[in-house]
């Protein structure tokens, strides 16, 4: 029912900034809620960021929170999560994911590496 494709995954410099956008097709609802996740190479998934759809602050990890914004446009169907201040250690495959009526769909990622 629901499709998610992020893009704007890349190589970007330690301190520089990037901007990921996931689109999402197919049934939404005003209580959907949209996040981002990363997967580091040897490492567990881990929460990045969520916001709703009805809009509102978004929620963030510790280790990102002061350097990522999580926004979305309900116009477009798509969520976004800019990126500031890039550090090594960000360096992961980045997954969109959407709760909607109590599943959770997922993009198929797309590769951020910060090089130092």
């Known amino acids: 029912q629901v499709q998610l494709v992020e893009s704007g995954g890349g190589l970007v410099q330690a301190g520089g900034s990037l901007r990921l956008s996931c689109a999402a097709s197919g049934r939404t609802f005003s209580n959907t809620a949209m996040g981002w996740f990363r997967q580091a190479p040897g490492k567990e998934r881990e929460f990045v960021a969520r916001i709703n759809w009805s809009g509102g602050s978004g929620s963030y990890a510790d280790s990102v929170k002061g350097r990522f914004t999580i926004s979305a446009d309900n116009a477009k169907n798509t969520v976004y999560l800019q990126m500031n201040s890039l550090k090594p250690e960000d360096t992961a495959v980045y997954y969109c994911?959407?709760?909607?009526?109590?599943?959770?769909?997922w993009g198929k990622g797309t590769l951020v590496t910060v090089s130092s």
């Open positions: 994911a959407a709760d909607v009526a109590s599943l959770r769909y």
